[in-house]
Structures are given as C-alpha cells and as structure tokens.
C-alpha cells in the first residue's frame, strides 16, 4: 500500500533529524579527542624566548669512574641578529630553508620536494621550515609520531601569526643545538673557534651552519671529522647555487684551513666515550642523549686503559724517526662476553698533525697476514691438518683480476716443504695462497663474515690476496674473529655499554651475560679453534721467522697471537689472545704513507702487544684452552705431515708429534724412492714443460694438495732455510 506525502515527509524528517544527531555527536567527539590528542598540552609560542636546562648525560667506566660528561650545561648566550654575520644566516636558510622568506609556516613545495625523493629516489630529504624547526626543538619532543606533527604544524602556524620572519631567524639561530653543551651561535662560535659569533668568516659560518641537521655525526671533534668537512663543502655550493656567493668565494672557503679550539671539557678514553656516544645515539636518538639526563655504565676499565694509552705512545714515540710511523692504536676485549676493556684510537687525540681523533680501532684498514688463522680455520674444516704439507716455491696463479698472481713471501725467501704448523706460525705467505685456492674464496667469505668480519661484502673484488691481508677490516672485527678461537668456537659480539638508566633511574639496557664460559653462537668446531690456537702459541713454531725470544712469547703464559704487515707497508698489526683476553695493536700512519723499516710486525705493533698483554697477565694463573676430546696427537713425519714408514720397511723420516680432529689424522705413509726424471744440471725435477736434458733417477717424491711435487732427496741450492721439525708442544 504507498503511503501519502504527508506520511513520508515526516519519516524523511525523523531520519534527517536522527543522522543530524549522529552527525553532531561524531563531531563532538572528534573536537573532544583533538583537543585530548593535540590541544590540551599545547605549549604557548610566547615559551620561544625563554630557556630550560637539560639534564646532563654521564658515562662511567666499569667501576663507576667518570669518563665525560657529555653536557654539563646549557651553553646558550643570546646575541641579536645584527651581531650575526651575514654570511651565517645565509647559510643557514641555504642549507636548511632555501625559501623562507617566501613561505609560511609550512612549505608545501619543500614538503612536495622531500616526498618525491624519498618516494622515487630513496634520498632522505627533510620537508620542515625554520620555524618548524624551532618549535619542534624548542617547545616538543623529537617522537615521530602523527600527533606530534600535528602540533608541530599549528604551532608553526601560531609562530608566524605572532613573530616577524626576521625574529623567527633569530630565534632560531640562539636555541638550535649545535653540539655538545653549544646552544645558539654564540656558544657555537665560541665552542669550536673560540671566538665571538659576530667575527666569523664565510668558511666557519658555513661549517656552524650544517650542524644542526646531525651535530654529533658532523661534529669536528666527534669520531668522523670528515663528515663535517663534507657537509661545509654542501653548505657552500647551496649558497653559491642560490646566488648568496661567488664561485670563487666557494672555492677559497673550502679550501681555507678551520683552526678550531682544542676542547676544553674533561674527558677520559675520548675515542671510546665517542664511540659509545656515537652508540647511544643510534638507539635513543639525538635529543635524549643530549638532554635525556642518561647514566651509563660502560664495559671500559680506566687502569686497563690508561695502561694501554701509555704502552702505545711511549712505543711510538721510541721508534726511530726512519721508520716514519707516527701513530698507534690498541684494543684490548674480554674474548668471554664481548666487554670492551680499553679503546686507544690514535696515539694523541688531541694531536692534529696525526689526525688524532680519527678512531682507528673503527676505521678500515688492511689486516696483512693477520687474516691467515680465518683461512687456516677454514682448511681445518675441509678436512686438511696442522700437519698438511704445501711446497713453498716460486708459483703464479693465473686469472687472478685478469692478469697472473705471483706471490713472494715477505723474507723474499722460499722454503720447501712447509706444514701448515709452520706455514702460519712463521706466516709464510705462499702455502697461505695454496691453501685458499684449495678452500674457495666463497668458503674463506662465509666464514670471516660468521667470525664477524664485516667488510667482506663484495665477493667479486677479492682473489688469492684476501688471505694476505687484501681486504679492508676493522680493528673491532677482528677482535670479535679472534675472539672466536679464543672461546673454542662461539662467536660473542662486543658489548661495549653494561646498563644505561634515564633520568628517573629506570632501567633502559642492561647486559648481563649469563655464568657459563660458553655462550653465543657456536661458528666452529672446538677441535678448529683449538688446534690454531695451538699453533698461534707454539713459539718453536714461529722460531724460524721471529727466533725464540721474540716479542710475541710471555714468560711463563700460553698466549695465542699472530702478526699481520701489508705488503705496501701501510699497516702493521699484532693480535694475541687467551681464554680471558683478547688484544690487538696496530701502527702506522693515519694519512695512509708508507712505513719503513717496519719488520713483520715484531718492530711496530709486537712491543705494544706485548706490554698491555704482559701487564694484563701479570701475577695470574696460566690459562690454557682445553683440547676437545674429538682432537687426539699422532706422530708425523716432520718434513711430509705424512705416517712414518712402516717398522721393518728399511725407510726412516724424523718425526714430531701433531694434534688432529679424529677421522683427519693421516692415512698415507711418507713416500719412497721411485725412477723420476730430473734435469741433469741441477738434479732437481724438470721444470713445468721441460724435455730436454734430463735423466732418470731414484728419489723420493712428495705432491701436495695442489698437485705441486718436490723432490724430498734432491738438491735445494734455491731454498734459503727450513723450518724447524722441533715437536710441538
């Protein structure tokens, strides 16, 4: 039945009237949650010229000795902006605000701008205003959250209703942080160049001016100064781009020399205090490290590092000028949980000419052959032993890069036979080579990169070299890789910060390491870990390149260690371990100039190794690394590796004994005398492709794993020296 007009209007205004109601009360709830969300705690702009102190930031060593306080106070001077120069608020808008004399409150071109890069080019491109800016720093929190945004954009509204653009520059320029305890340019002025904000130049102004974006990543005192210098050389191209200066007015400010003021702030351990800062800014970000009030417990041992800071200047300082090496580094870690006991980054840190505050114990370098045990390690893996021989002879290895690789050895001299006992401990570099080529380069990868190598991460640039040193790493990787054998094959991560708490004293962190001596994550098998920590202690091992007394023994301790030393003489290492420490020391040059004179790393870095490892250990137990139960000793052979002759066979070889994995100890006998042809003249076996001049004659002939064959029983003019069949121990 279709209901009248009359009945169906008012239906139609029931409804009408009910949705209004839905409508209104939606709108009151919206209004009611805006203001919960984003009004009710609203500060005022008015609040933009006043001040509030942060809580300082304390970071502690071990025993809860003061390292730094990284703000002490607020360092904030108000200066108008006539007595700021020209050239520091222009580069500020350059780099930061390019159009903000021109917009409002917010840019919608700079906001466009960043959301297409990010969008299509993957480039980080920030979208906020001066004034966006201020008000965030100065009156919110650094949360990126949708709320805060939104406050942050009504605010800048209220801001530019409120305050000419002049005043918002100015005010802008007096609270945002430049680093440290520097608030305002003023304080940034006096900070870094000791002088008035008023007196700096185009090349100083435009250093300050990228600041603020990342104080402490561009921070000329912080662990990478080069990152500042970098983002002054982009502050002055923006302002030439933008017309503010002359091509050539670029050009000479960046090329002028900044002299900044030597910091005035107590600090112990700098390069560690600095790393761990830089740590800490990672997981809390800027603002809170800055002005959060934070304590932190670190795993550094002043005693420990003020004695490996001494060992390393007064070993540098005694090298004799020829061997032009002007800087050191140590780093000393508890192999058993990854504590960071002591961080010496450079010789001075307060030594310009040496580039001091560069922290070589995170920079890149080349290891040398202290890489070698990685790939040894690997070897032990694949079923080869400390008693497989390689035959150390003049060799090339083609396609190497295009082109052949002939490896020498670093005494220039070549040694016959050599187990790998006596490969590694003497570090003699070609059965190194032999012994990746055997292994894979994707093998030795895979596994430094499990050890905690981090910087083998372009497989297609390494070849045969890798093993020698011809990949860059880091000092703290290879503490972590060392650290390895040092706990019988568990990888444990460093673990520099013990317990960080805010302001309130909760708890934020805390590292405790669980009671058992075994922990973290198992890379390789106790029986690889022991048998190269073996050799790495052997002295009688090592004898025949370093002698018996050498820097790398310690009178009355078992310590593993070995040395590393490029070919191009530009680093020079020695890392060492036992069960409870491992350290590491490095010398050379922070400008990356060649060494001289500088021997297989006993001259450079042994002597610095040896007076933080000798102190470490003086007046405790001696500590050794247990031997698995799948590792057992046979006797070998001292020059083939291989079983001694059968009783009875008529056939003798001296003999040593040698720790292998059960199921990797040798089957083969030494070999015996068989009709071979060998060149007449130097009554050794012929050349490769040799046919001519040659006789047949019974010798006793022995072919290594790479297929390689040397005459046990000819004549060796060519060889310089043999290892020594010593016994291990």
């Known amino acids: 039945m279709t209901k009248s007009p009359k009945k169906l209007l008012k239906i139609y205004k029931k409804h009408f009237q009910r949705n209004n109601l839905i409508i209104v009360l939606l709108f009151v709830l919206f209004c009611a949650g805006f203001y919960w969300a984003i009004l009710k705690d609203l500060p005022s702009p008015t609040k933009l010229s006043g001040t509030s102190e942060p809580q300082s930031t304390l970071i502690y060593d071990r025993n809860g000795k003061l390292l730094y306080n990284i703000y002490d106070k607020k360092n904030q001077i108000f200066v108008p902006l006539s007595s700021i120069p020209k050239f520091m608020q222009e580069a500020t808008i350059a780099i930061e605000d390019k159009s903000f004399y ?50 942050e954009v009504i605010l800048a509204y209220v801001t530019e209703f409120l305050y000419s653009k002049n005043q918002i520059l100015e005010m802008y320029l007096n609270q945002i942080p430049y680093g440290g305890t520097a608030y305002g340019v003023e304080a940034g002025a006096e900070t870094y160049f000791g002088k008035h904000a008023k007196d700096l130049d185009l090349a100083e102004s435009a250093l300050l001016a990228g600041l603020p974006q990342a104080p402490t990543e561009y921070s000329p005192f912080g662990s990478h100064p080069e990152l500042g210098k970098q983002r002054q050389i982009e502050v002055l191209q923006a302002m030439e781009q933008q017309g ?136 032990l893996m694949k079923g080869y032993t400390a008693a497989t021989a390689f ?71 390494y070849g045969l070299s890798l093993t020698l040193g011809g990949g860059d790493v880091r000092m703290t990787d290879m503490v972590t890789a060392y650290g390895v054998f040092a706990n019988g094959g568990y990888r444990i991560n460093l673990h520099p910060i013990l317990k960080v708490t805010d302001k309130t004293g ?61 070919n191009d003489l530009r680093d020079n290492w020695t890392i060492g371990y036992t069960p409870s420490y491992v350290v590491a020391a490095w010398v050379g040059n922070d400008d990356n100039s060649p060494m001289s004179g500088v021997a297989s790393g006993i001259t450079g870095a042994a002597p610095i190794w040896h007076d933080i490892m000798a102190s470490l250990l003086k007046g405790k137990d001696q500590q050794t690394i247990a031997q698995p139960p799948d590792v057992i000793q046979k006797q070998v052979c001292a020059d083939t590796g291989l079983l001694p002759p059968p009783a009875g066979s008529g056939a003798t070889c001296p003999t040593r004994f040698e720790y292998f994995i059960k199921g990797t100890e040798p089957k083969m006998s030494q070999p015996t005398a068989s009709d071979v042809q060998v060149d007449k003249t130097t009554q050794d076996l012929p050349t490769k492709g040799q046919t001519n001049n040659l006789e047949t004659k019974s010798e006793v002939v022995y072919t290594d794993p790479t297929g390689d064959k040397f005459c046990l029983t000819c004549p060796h003019p060519e060889l310089n020296a043999s290892p020594s069949p010593t016994p291990a121990p």
Not at 126 to 137: A, C, D, E, F, R
Not at 557 to 566: A, E, I, P, W
Request: one cysteine or more; proline letters at 6%; hydrophobic letters at 35%.
């Open 244 to 379: 503010y200066i002359t091509k050539t007015q670029e050009e000479q400010a960046a090329n002028e020399t900044l002299n900044y003021k030597k910091i005035s702030n107590s600090i112990e351990a700098p390069h560690f205090v600095l790393y761990v800062k830089d740590l800490l800014m990672q997981k809390y970000g800027e603002k809170m490290v800055e002005e959060g009030g934070l304590r932190v417990i670190t795993s550094l041992d002043l005693n420990i590092q003020n004695l490996a800071q001494q060992a390393v200047a007064d070993e540098v300082n005694a090298l004799p000028t020829y061997y032009h090496v002007t800087n050191g580094a140590a780093l000393v870690t508890d192999p058993a949980t990854g504590e960071i006991l002591a961080m010496v980054g450079s010789k001075d840190y307060f030594n310009t000419a040496i580039d001091g505050n560069v922290n070589i114990t995170t920079s890149l370098r080349q290891p040398g052959s202290s890489i070698k045990p990685i790939n040894y390690a690997v070897g």
């Open 102 to 151: 021109q917009h409002g409150a917010i840019d919608i071109r700079g906001i466009a701008r960043a959301a297409v890069s990010i969008l299509l080019h993957q480039q980080i491109q920030g979208g906020s205003t001066l004034t966006q800016q201020l008000v965030k720093n100065s009156l919110l929190t650094q949360q990126q959250t949708i709320p805060r945004k939104i406050k």
């Open 391 to 461: 035959i150390d002879q003049p060799i090339c290895f083609p396609d190497q890069g295009g082109q052949n690789y002939c490896p020498h050895n670093y005494d220039h001299k070549w040694h016959g036979l050599v187990q790998m006992r006596y490969a590694l401990g003497n570090s003699i570099n070609i059965p190194a080579v032999k012994m990746l080529e055997l292994n894979g380069l994707p093998a030795m990868l895979a596994t430094a990169s499990a050890m905690g190598i981090t910087t083998f991460n372009q497989p297609q640039d």
């Open 506 to 566: 909760k708890v934020l962190e805390q590292y405790n390491p669980p009671p058992s001596p075994i922990f973290g994550q198992k890379i390789l098998p106790d029986g690889v870990a022991f048998i190269i920590s073996n050799i790495l202690s052997d002295n009688s091992a090592r004898a025949m390149e370093f002698g018996d007394n050498s820097p790398l023994r310690i009178a009355g301790q078992v310590v593993s260690v070995k040395t590393g030393t490029t």
